[in-house]
């Protein structure tokens, strides 16, 4: 079996990046062929020939074609995976938030193509900023495919927060289970360790309040500007392997006694509107999530989310003033 797999500005950072391991098996495993099918603007397609060589060159045995397409209608055709990566990324001293405008558009236009040619199983992952607010684009002109089928990426603060956790302590990133990221992919984003383990113990235990509110929330919160900041550009390989990270979760699960963090189409859980598409803890289970319920919420951590989610209903007010829902 061959599953087609979409990845949309293959020829930027992020995607030069994604394709090549998506290619050689990172996301459906070594031994399932994939098919890339690889979307970019008109005025990029030169360069996306030139990645389409070097994926040949590659040899990869798990690779069974790539198609290239600059309409998404075609680029979309069939996929089982709509990696919608490309938009414009923000500079230094711009929110995620400020390329609303510019690249909200996008995903209207890619969520009413996915609506009208993609695979029946197609699982959507939006990680053009802003991540959150563009995949509730996309999900509102894509009316036919299932709510849980459309997610954005919140793996990447996830990873950035289990490392960060995992250093404090000096234990292994594997020790670290059930890392929570609440909320938007922004600044207001809520890493949260309050149910997190490490090496089976409570991360409570291990590291105190001040730490976690003055070190690893801002650090994980503010980490995309630091690496704008130090790189003069927004990062990429670490977002490509945090995509398929979320991807593969996705299809594979999570491991008993784990979750992940992804953002998802609430349904009113945890005080989430329904409807916003947010961040949560979510176990997976035969290529279903399902957000963990039950966990308890104190102060400090309500009252952050609930900061992230006034954002997110403002982002959804811009969207609409823009004509986009
Ligand atoms: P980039 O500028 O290097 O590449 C973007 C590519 O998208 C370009 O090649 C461009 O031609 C293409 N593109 C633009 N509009 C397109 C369209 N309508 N259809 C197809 N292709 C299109 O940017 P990048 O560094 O790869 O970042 C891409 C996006 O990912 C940015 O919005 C960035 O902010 C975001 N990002 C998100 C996360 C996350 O965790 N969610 C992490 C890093 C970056
Ligand atoms: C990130 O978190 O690294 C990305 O969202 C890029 C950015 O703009 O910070």
Redesign the pocket.
């Known amino acids: 079996m061959v599953t087609s797999v979409a990845i ?9 990046a994604l394709a090549f391991r998506i290619a050689s098996g990172a996301l459906l495993g070594p031994d399932e062929q994939v098919r890339l099918r690889l ?3 008109p ?2 397609m030169g ?2 020939e030139g990645v389409a060589m070097e994926l040949e060159d590659c040899a990869f045995g798990t690779l069974a074609g790539v198609d290239l397409a ?1 309409d ?1 209608r075609v680029a979309f055709d069939g996929v089982s995976h709509a990696l919608l ?6 500079g230094p001293g711009m929110e ?1 938030g400020d ?1 609303l405008a510019a ?1 909200g558009a ?1 995903f209207r ?2 969520g009413a193509a996915l609506e009208a040619v993609a695979a029946d199983d197609v699982r959507i992952t ?6 959150n607010t563009n995949a509730l684009v996309a999900a509102h002109h894509a009316p036919s495919i299932p709510r849980s089928r459309i997610s ?6 996830h990873n950035r927060a289990v490392a960060r956790l995992a250093a404090k302590v000096g234990a292994g990133v594997a020790d670290v289970r059930r890392m929570t990221i609440w909320g938007n ?1 922004s600044a207001t984003q809520v890493p949260d360790v309050a149910h997190a383990l490490v090496g089976g113990r409570p991360a409570p235990d291990l590291v105190d309040a001040a730490w976690i509110a003055d070190d690893l929330v801002p650090t994980v919160a503010q980490r ?1 500007a630091a690496i704008i900041a130090a790189r003069g ?4 390989a ?2 490509a392997s ?2 398929i990270d979320h991807a593969r979760t996705w299809v594979h699960g999570t491991a008993e006694g784990d979750w992940t963090s992804m953002a998802v189409v609430s349904d009113g859980s945890y005080g989430v509107p329904e409807g916003l598409v947010s961040s949560f803890p979510v176990t997976v289970v035969d290529g279903e999530w399902r957000i963990v319920p039950g966990l308890a919420i104190d102060d400090v951590v309500r009252a952050r989310i609930d900061a992230s989610i006034a954002e997110l209903v403002d982002e959804r007010e811009q969207v609409r003033a823009l004509g986009l829902l």
Do not use: K
Not at 85 to 90: D, N, Q
Not at 233 to 236: F, H, V
């Open positions: 949309t500005g293959a020829a930027g950072a992020i995607g030069y979307l970019e603007l005025s990029a360069a996306l600059d998404a990566v490309g938009a414009r990324p923000r995620r390329l690249n996008i236009d890619q939006v990680t053009g900023n802003p991540a954005a990426l919140t793996r990447l603060d992919h995309g550009a927004s990062s990429a670490s977002a945090a995509t």
